[in-house]
């Protein structure tokens, strides 16, 4: 299931369309303000595109690139940016999560620190959505073993 | 037991059956959610949150505790089956085939 598939085909148009798919999560993520989307909706998108990657070039290569110690660390990261948000607003005098008092510390009227809380609580959640859709198909995938020890161990059998 | 649990659904549904009844119409211009939340968000959305979409200001805005609510039961998801699936320190000391690193199984 993990394993490179021997189509040149299909490596490389998933080679051509990933930067797409991503150019779209990031749209998605970010004009929540003004359409349909928001941080769930991109963050699956983006998590499609590195699922793509693993699928048509293995674990090996998705490995360099999207590691399962950076899909937990990313996915800790999200829900980090989500409270610190929080957190930050607490501290600034308001109540948690309550985005109109950023207004003194982004120098903007307190509608538009609004809206820019809301974009920095839908990056949070897009990255979190991101890497733990990558860190399920991950550990679904290779169903928990990671190839690191296989190494490990194919040169300590030799 | 299984009998006693069946008896315990079917109260449990009858009671939900019971409240729903008193529950506003589909869409009842004079239930609660619609007489004073529903307009308060509509009219003071631009206002308050420069955000035309007003589906995104609730969700990250008004109701910011429960999106983070969300969030951390997809991260729960992702923690789960990284303790269920993941064996890194037991597979250690199997043998594994040279030739066939992947099937592992």
């Known amino acids: 299931m993990t394993r490179v598939t021997d189509d040149i085909i299909i490596r490389a148009v998933a080679r051509v369309i990933m930067p797409f798919i991503q150019i779209y999560a990031l749209y998605v993520i970010m004009h929540g303000h003004h359409s349909p989307g928001g941080g769930f909706q991109g963050g699956v998108i983006l998590g499609a595109s590195f699922i793509l990657y693993l699928i048509t070039h293995g674990l090996e290569d998705a490995k360099k690139r999207m590691s399962e ?11 980090l940016i989500y ?9 600034m005098g308001s109540n948690y999560l309550d985005y109109g008092r ?28 991101m890497a733990v859709m990558f860190s399920i198909f991950f550990d679904i995938s290779t169903g ?15 | 037991m299984r009998f006693l649990a069946l008896i315990a659904v079917i109260i449990t549904g009858i009671i939900l059956i019971y409240g ?10 004079h239930s609660p959610a619609s ?7 509509i009219e003071k959305t631009m206002e308050e949150t420069a955000t035309p979409n007003m589906v995104t200001s609730v969700l990250a805005d008004y109701r910011g505790y429960d999106t983070l609510g969300e969030t951390t039961v997809i991260f729960t998801a992702g923690i789960s089956c990284i303790l269920i699936l993941r064996e890194r320190k037991r597979r250690k000391k199997r043998k594994i085939n040279p030739k066939n690193p992947t099937n592992h199984v």
């Open chain 1, 83 to 91: 409270s610190g948000i929080g957190l930050l607003c607490l501290i």
């Open chain 2, 35 to 41: 007489l004073h939340v529903s307009p308060r968000y």
């Open chain 2, 20 to 29: 729903s009844v008193d529950m506003p119409d589909w869409g009842d211009p």
């Open chain 1, 102 to 129: 950023l207004s003194t510390l982004l120098k903007v009227i307190p509608a538009q620190a609004r809206s820019l809380g809301i974009l920095g609580v839908e990056i949070g959640v897009g990255i979190a959505v």
């Open chain 1, 69 to 79: 110690l950076k899909a937990g660390l990313f996915s800790s990261f999200g829900l």
């Open chain 1, 144 to 158: 928990g073993v990671v190839p690191e020890d296989e190494q490990e161990l194919e040169t300590g059998d030799e």
